[in-house]
């Protein structure tokens, strides 16, 4: 049972983490162009994205799997967005600067995936009937 907390607290810390730093970036220095650019804000839809998964999974760990993946595909698609959009031609901006702020990110809320898959795993095992 402790196992199981612990990589459930785990992700959560790693998925709070990220997503701080991200609000951070966002309101400081622009994560997509310059503070304050509008583009910014389809990362709202992340958060939202994210949420909305949390809850329909009730914040159990194979919920949160599922809503930490779904954070991941936002944010590719926001990366796809902004680059249909042009936001790499901008001169603060460039595709590897973009591809790659986004990239970690991603992997941040792909570690904290992993995290709750294995805190579903272990509650798996934990509630198997022995035989």
């Given at each position: 049972?402790r196992?199981?907390?612990?990589?459930?607290?785990?992700?959560?810390?790693?998925?709070?983490?990220?997503?701080?730093?991200?609000?951070w970036?966002?309101?400081a220095?622009?994560?997509?162009?310059?503070?304050?650019?509008?583009a910014?804000?389809?990362?709202?839809?992340?958060?939202?994205?994210?949420?909305?998964?949390?809850?329909?999974?009730?914040?159990?760990?194979?919920?949160?799997?599922?809503?930490?993946l779904?954070?991941?595909?936002?944010?590719?698609?926001?990366?796809?967005?902004?680059?249909?959009?042009?936001?790499?031609?901008?001169?603060?901006?460039?595709?590897?600067?973009?591809?790659?702020?986004?990239?970690?990110?991603?992997?941040?809320?792909?570690?904290?995936?992993?995290?709750?898959?294995?805190?579903?795993?272990?509650?798996?095992?934990?509630?198997?009937?022995?035989?």
């Amino acid at each position: 049972m402790r196992t199981r907390t612990s990589f459930y607290l785990l992700g959560w810390g790693l998925a709070g983490f990220a997503s701080l730093m991200l609000v951070w970036a966002m309101g400081a220095l622009g994560v997509l162009a310059v503070e304050g650019d509008p583009a910014d804000r389809m990362y709202f839809g992340v958060f939202a994205i994210g949420a909305t998964a949390a809850l329909l999974g009730r914040f159990r760990a194979a919920g949160m799997v599922r809503a930490a993946l779904a954070m991941v595909f936002a944010i590719g698609g926001v990366t796809v967005i902004a680059l249909a959009l042009g936001m790499h031609n901008s001169p603060i901006s460039s595709v590897a600067e973009i591809v790659g702020v986004n990239a970690m990110f991603a992997a941040m809320y792909g570690g904290a995936a992993w995290l709750f898959a294995q805190a579903a795993r272990v509650e798996r095992l934990a509630d198997a009937p022995l035989a």
